[in-house]
């Protein structure tokens, strides 16, 4: 269901921003939604997430910056990582991808307990969506841009 | 004597008598007054009618010779060549305005003036007691001098060496003056200097104090200097007293903060600290019939700089700092590691407290009546510049590879400013025949100001917070506060009083009942857990009553005297969060103190003996813990041989052990035990 979801939002963020004005993603944009981490064969709904999506200035590579997520309820932490992906695209359209590498903190220090695997995603303007293996829990992030950061 | 207040008064013979040598051994002798001897120098913790607190500002005021005293840690002086010491009980806040909340301590020291005289004093005793005094008067000047050394009473068995050695010694000049028939004066310069260990504290386990033994230093040092300068002049419709002092401390504490024998964390305090008073007092020559008027302006400025690191050693950066984080830290997560043999947090603060007022007091004889109005508009404000940091090394443990440094800086300021209206009504009746009735409703309050030793708590938790910001992850339940929550605001008691005296030939007897209702009371306490300071807090609201009464009676050779103070101190409102103390006692104040003395003067023999009562004192907030009422005995006898007098001191002679002082830091108890047995022989010599 959760991936029929992601398939669906992945179709209405191309139809809806093809058209858009250009976009500079190199200022950092954020977006915000739902993180959804399968366990145990459930799944687990982060809400309100705030990830942001900051283009490098050659546009290959961008860090993906989620904030304060947990991976399972029961957990007493939240993290805050950042996901260094590479890119593939032009304008305001873009692919990306990651595959067996380390998130780091928002201070550069790997976080070596979440290696991530098989990540792809897209961002398109008004929305961000993108899959992932946190380590070995599968997870999938789907929102819209925020105008105004809190 | 101040209208509508009872007045303590104690000669230089009966502080010689009672073996009064320092502000602590007023203890008891003074009803209601409860000056603990503990810790060191610094520590003049006193505690009046139930209010009272070991930190920052004290809830009296000290005026030695009219020259408030202002830094609390310069109260514990020891008394040389003083005149008399007078306890103005209850709020003085109309007349003396700050920290006058519970009363006034006003120390007269011997004036020159009365001829020549060169004296000298010296005395020995148990724990290697030594004091030596010199005092010479010659025409306008008087010149004292003192020095006291001791073994100290406690050892500190892990270091198997005496806790707490003092060494001190004090100057004085003072100069009286008369310049015209106008104007006199009067300058007073005083310094002391000691170097001296302390902080006797042993910890508290099942029910028993074990004894003293802790590995890194406690040893205080200070150098505490008055030069005050009083004009009086006498003009022809008015008298106008200008009274100005600089005073300045230097001091540095450093202390074993753990109290344990293991290496958990040291803690040094230096302050440099300079301050200006300036009072002009304002009186019309003429004598009205029916108005008496006083009006005064009062100011003062201090600064102060106070460096206070903590060094966490490693068994605490082990038990306080991971232990502690780790508990927080989830498994999955990983381990806190920080590799450092020693973490410095290091504190700087500069002070800057200044106060303004303008007050005036208005008497109205009327027959056998007095009928006394005051006001006093006070405005005190403060600044504080803090700059907190710390460096270390660390690694989680799971998550990291490899170790990495991280540094904490917090700076910033702290400001605040308020006024207090402190008014006063009185009323008194002198028709009975030696006798004076009164009744007042006073006023009184003390300053508020910033708590600068729970910056290093402040820091642990933010590096602990910062340190896994660092890495990204945020720990549920985290409680952090800063610097903005350090501030403690002013405590203002409204003093409700009624009372008599009386005196006739060798007999006086004084009694005084009293109500005292308290906002935003300052109270020490020890925020929960495992935390290592301790702080400030405005307690709700708080009230005490009770009674103090005091008797002396002289006949011939015989010289009787009794002091007894009661108070039921408690909590209206107070909760600290975890638990609301409504109807508890107040900690720290004993509900009595007791003083009995007698004695007999023959003509070249003196023999007296004397007791004093205190407690119980409950020690802690809850209550669960306290010292029952316990009694010290002690006795002077001495023969006079021309100009020669020769003495012996005991005090404590039943050896009571009983406990002076509480408190906890990472969750355990400590306690100081009161000094045990003691005597010393002296010999004082009129030289001329």
Redesign the interface.
Known sequence: MKKFIYLLSLLGLVCCTKDSAPIDYSVGLHYKGSVWVEYNGGSYENKDIEVSFTLSEDGKTADIRMN?IRFVPQ????????LPVTVVGSGNNYTFTADNVYP????G?????YRINKLSGMVTGNMLSFSLYFGDYPTTFTGSRQTTVQ | MPAGASVTAVSARQLQQYGVNNPKDLQALVPGIHLPDYGASLTSSIYVRGFGSRMENPVIGLYIDDFPILDKNSYDLDYLDIASVKFLHGPQGTAYGRNALQGVLSVRTEAPGGGERLRAQLEYGLAHHVRAQLSWHHGEHAFSMGYRHSRGWFKNEYKDAWADPYNGGQLRWRWDRQLSERWRMSNLLQAGLSAEGGFAYGLWENGVRQPVSYNDEGSYRRLTVLEGFKLHYEGEKVRIDGIASLQFLADRMRMDQDYTPRSIFTLQQKQRSPAHTLEVIVRPRRQYKHWKPVSGVFAFFKYNRMEAPVLFKRDGIQSLILDNANRGIPESIGTLDIPDNELLVGSDFDIFTWNAALYHESHFPLGNWQFTAGLRVDYEGAFMRYNSTATLHYQLIGMMSAVRPFTDRYSGTLSHGVPVILPKLAVEYSGFPNTRIYTSATKGYRAGGFNTQIFSDILQNRLMNGMMADLGVHLDGGTSFGADRTEYQPEEAWNFEAGFSYRKGGFSAAANAFYITALRQQLTVFPPGMSTGRMMTNAGKSRSYGVEAQVRYSKGGFVGHAAWGWNDARFVSFSDGNADYAGKRIPYSPAHTLFAAAGYNWSKVSLQAHMRGTGPIAWNEENTLTEPFYVTLGARASVTIGRVLLYLEGENLTNTRYRAFYFKSMGREFFQLGKPLSFKAGIQINII
């Open positions: 304060r957990m007493p932490v939240t993290v805050t990582t950042v780091h903190s928002p201070t220090v790997e976080q070596q307990k």
